[in-house]
């Protein structure tokens, strides 16, 4: 392991040497990489530092115990070399886990897309309540969350709602959300007072840059238009909404939620970029999601990932047979312990595959 270490730490510093070079920085795209690579190398930097410490001070203690006649220091420097050992196979499950290749997307922004499926109105409905439940863990994790486009529902909720969330490695720990969510309640529609099941359909996709995805401005056409509300009717009289085709793959983004038409058209460019890159990005989620059941491939729309039951306030994750009876406060954006459970399924599962 320790020569794993020195490989890396060698890395780490020959980074650092480039990304203070006046020449590399000015190519900003290669400045941008290294500089992401030196952000992702600095945990493993220190989990070196500390095992090599850790290495000399159980030799120093080993040789204080063969050399030492003081029985008293002899005790003292044997219960240290315990201690020390101890501390090392813990930092070594530790650095076994950080040497695993982490998704390269995971401290990527992410573009979040809530979709009501199966269900109608009582769908729809839901489609609102996940929006707010993941509103509101945004919030609790300090991230920024801006509407890209919605639908809303006939009763309320949303048919559909796009939104961009922004933060610390947001994508890394979303990205678990991906699915079909399954509703079991009594619907406010049901005089009957049975228990009706409802889908909704959650896509989490890592926001692409500018540097992700090459868009040439003449495959994109452009078409501007009036925005409309419900019912169709004019909601302004300037062409604000922005629609836009990419050319080579017909993929088409349209955004009216703004009153600017260069607002719109920056969040539809966002949008854009992030559905092509998607389609590359797509190979290796389904590579991934054959290999590990927490891992969902967002283009797989009809894999059912949780349940959400009111009448027993239960809340199963069908990847890792979790389940967790505190369904208001999950709904209230409590959400965290069931990230960190298909997290640390998710690193259980990596560990097979390195030792494979």
């Given at each position: 392991m320790l020569e794993k270490l020195e490989a890396i730490h060698s890395r780490f510093i020959n980074i650092e040497q480039q990304i203070h070079d006046p020449e590399v920085m000015s190519d900003m795209k290669n400045y941008i990489k290294l500089s992401k690579d030196y952000k992702e190398l600095q945990p493993v930097e220190a989990a070196y530092k500390q095992y090599k410490s850790l290495i000399e001070?159980?030799?120093?203690?080993?040789?204080?115990?063969?050399?030492?006649?003081?029985?008293?220091?002899?005790?003292?420097?044997?219960?240290?070399?315990?201690?020390?050992?101890?501390?090392?196979?813990?930092?070594?499950?530790?650095?076994?886990?950080?040497?695993i290749p982490a998704d390269p997307q995971d401290g990527k922004n992410a573009v979040l897309e809530i979709r009501a499926g199966t269900g109608g109105d009582e769908a729809s409905l839901f489609a609102g309540d996940l929006y707010r439940m993941y509103s509101r863990?945004?919030?609790?994790?300090g991230w920024k969350m801006e509407l890209v486009s919605?639908?809303?529902?006939?009763?309320?909720?949303?048919?559909?709602?796009?939104?961009?969330?922004?933060?610390?490695?947001?994508?890394?720990?979303?990205?678990?959300e991906s699915g079909v969510h399954r509703v079991q309640r009594v619907p406010a529609t049901e005089t009957q007072g049975r228990v009706h099941t409802s889908a909704a359909t959650v896509a989490v996709l890592p926001e692409a840059d500018e540097f992700d995805v090459d868009l040439k401005p003449s495959d994109i056409r452009k078409d501007t238009y009036c925005s409309?509300?419900?019912?169709?009717?004019?909601?302004?009289?300037?062409?604000?909404?922005?629609?836009l085709t990419h050319v080579p793959t017909g993929i088409v983004v349209a955004i009216q939620d703004e009153k600017s038409q260069i607002k719109n058209f920056e969040k539809a460019m966002t949008v854009l970029r992030t559905r092509i890159f998607?389609?590359?990005?797509?190979k290796y989620l389904d590579e991934i999601s054959k290999k590990r059941k927490t891992m969902v491939s967002s283009g797989d729309r009809s894999a059912k990932v949780r349940t959400y039951n009111y009448p027993q306030s239960r809340i199963t994750d069908h990847r890792i047979n979790m389940t967790m009876y505190n369904l208001a406060t999950f709904m209230d954006g409590g959400i965290q312990e069931?990230?960190?459970?298909?997290?640390?399924?998710?690193?259980?599962?990596?560990l097979k595959e390195a030792t494979e």
């Open positions: 001070n159980i030799e120093s203690a080993r040789v204080m115990l063969s050399e030492e006649k003081d029985e008293e220091i002899r005790t003292f420097a044997r219960e240290e070399m315990e201690s020390m050992s101890s501390q090392k196979d813990v930092l070594e499950e530790d650095i076994r886990l950080m040497l863990f945004c919030e609790m994790k919605m639908a809303e529902g006939t009763m309320g909720g949303y048919k559909e709602i796009i939104l961009e969330v922004k933060g610390e490695g947001v994508y890394g720990i979303l990205k678990y409309s509300g419900p019912g169709g009717q004019s909601v302004n009289t300037t062409y604000s909404a922005v629609r998607e389609l590359e990005y797509q069931m990230i960190e459970a298909l997290q640390l399924a998710e690193n259980a599962e990596r």
